[in-house]
Every structure is written in C-alpha cells, then in structure tokens.
C-alpha cells in the first residue's frame, strides 16, 4: 500500500509538472476561427432564437428599438455579423464566461456582457435576463461558437493591442480623419445610412470601451483602411485619429463614478 501511494503521488507531480513551465500555468490550447456558415442555422425553435439574435446583432435599433439608445448596431464594432478575425468576433465568447470583469470589479456572464455593451455601447437599456432578445442573443453566440472547446483561444479573437511610436496627437488625428475618414463618417463625425457614428448623441456613450483612445486604436489598425482602399493606417495614424475621434463630444454614462471598484483604471478612461 506505502508503494502504491507513491505511485500515485509520483503521477501527480509528473501530471502537475506538464501544466506547469516556471511556475506559469499552461497556455490554452488555440483554435482556427471557423463559424458555421449562415446557411446551416438549424430549423425548428433553436433555428429561430438563434436567427432572432443574429437580426438584433446586424440592426440593433430596429430589432431591440426599446433597448437600443443610439445608431449603433452591434455589428458596428464586431464586424461581419461578428465572424471577422480582428475585429472582436463572437466565435468563441460562449467558451469564455464566466470570467472576471475588471471594470465592474466582478465575475460577470455572459449576460452580463451583453447588457454591458446595450448600457454602454449601445447608451441604451439592459435586456430582460429571461426575455425572448436575450434568449435569441445567447442563442446566436453559443451557435458561433459551438464547436469551440470550453477554455480555448480562438486565433483573431478581440483587436489586437499595438503600440505607437509616440504619444497620440488629436492634432494629428484631425488630419488623419480628414484624409482617410470623413469620406465614409463625415466631417461631423455622423456616419451614413450605411456607417456608424463616432461622436454626439447618437454614438457610443463615454463607459464604451471604444471611447478609450487604445481601444479605438487597436479597432482601426486591425480594421480600417485610408480613403477605404487597401492601404492600411500606420500604429501612429491610428493612435492619433483614434484620439481625435475619442475625444470629441458623446453620451455620459451616468454610473461611471462605480466602474473600476479595485482599482485599475486605464489611464485613457476619459473619466
């Protein structure tokens, strides 16, 4: 039995010794993003939810006009109906909550994050945990990311971070939105029929990660082209017109004196 037992102990130092390099747990296993294409939603009441939730997603104001308190959409942000590497997907997000919300200072759900975005993003209202909006928007991510592994990274998840040269320069960025921005938000900032405003009441409100100049910044490099072409903006360019764009009059959001309860804040909140 004494022999058996050491055994036994061996085992587990040998299991604990491969999740463990210098005392760091292993890395997560990464995936390729792959969606399911939109022809393979399902029939029947799961099919349903899940287009219902694709349909909020792709035109926010028309389809939760009650919860939607701007222009935005959610695909403003999360592109290609949440499918595009790069640009803050959905793929995988079912995979990834529960998780530690730093800026509320909790373990948050997922419903907590969808409701995060409506309150800030959207500067609208919170969906109802049990309602039908709710229900079809759960059911819209856990389809993007069925096939994603609980505890795995998906690849093009988020906007990648960058860094810039120098400090960001609004200065600059003026110059910059003139040259590669305005043909497609305008010179006011009010975007289109068919692009999302950057500033003023119908824009994202100041509690948006996107009204945070590194947010913004990383959006635009991974996303965003001059004068819409193929030539991307540099790490610089971006920074700047992100400072310029961030900067500019948009929605309070009225509980911001409660986010970062354990401290923490960034240093490009804007309060």
């Known amino acids: 039995m004494h022999n058996g037992k050491a055994g036994l102990i061996g085992m587990a130092a ?8 210098a005392g760091q747990p292993s ?14 939603i399902p029939e029947g009441p799961m099919g349903d939810a899940i287009r219902l939730g694709r349909k909020i997603f792709t035109n926010t104001p028309q389809n939760a006009p009650n919860h939607s308190g701007n222009a935005l959409s959610c695909s403003s942000c999360h592109l290609d109906e949440g499918r595009a590497a790069n640009a803050a997907p959905l793929v995988g997000l079912w995979a990834s909550f529960p998780a530690y919300l730093p800026r509320v200072g909790r373990v948050g759900t997922l419903e907590d ?16 945990p049990n309602s039908e909006a709710m229900r079809g928007m759960l059911a819209y991510i856990w389809w993007l990311s069925k096939d994603v592994p609980v505890g795995a990274e998906v690849q093009g998840r988020g906007n990648p971070p960058i860094t810039a040269p120098a400090p960001a320069d609004p200065v600059r960025g003026k110059a910059v939105y003139a040259k590669a921005c305005e043909a497609c938000h305008g ?6 029929a068919d692009t999302p405003p950057l500033w003023g009441p119908r824009s ?12 913004a910044a990383a959006f635009v490099k991974a996303n965003m082209s001059a004068l819409g072409g193929s030539d ?9 017109v992100s400072a310029y764009f961030t900067q500019q009059p948009r929605p309070d959001f009225p509980t911001k004196a409660k986010d970062w309860p354990s401290g923490g804040k960034p240093s490009d909140s804007r309060y």
């Open 204 to 215: 994202f409100n100041l509690g948006a990660g996107m009204a945070r100049t590194s947010k």
């Open 113 to 128: 994050r969808i409701n995060g975005c409506f309150l800030r993003s959207m500067n609208g209202k919170p969906l109802l």
């Open 187 to 192: 010179a006011d900032g009010q975007g289109s």
């Open 27 to 40: 890395k997560p296993t990464q995936v390729p993003m792959n969606p399911p294409a939109g022809t393979a």
């Open 232 to 240: 991307p903006l540099s790490a610089q360019e971006a920074y700047d």
């Open 14 to 21: 040998a299991v604990l010794s491969l999740s463990l390099v």
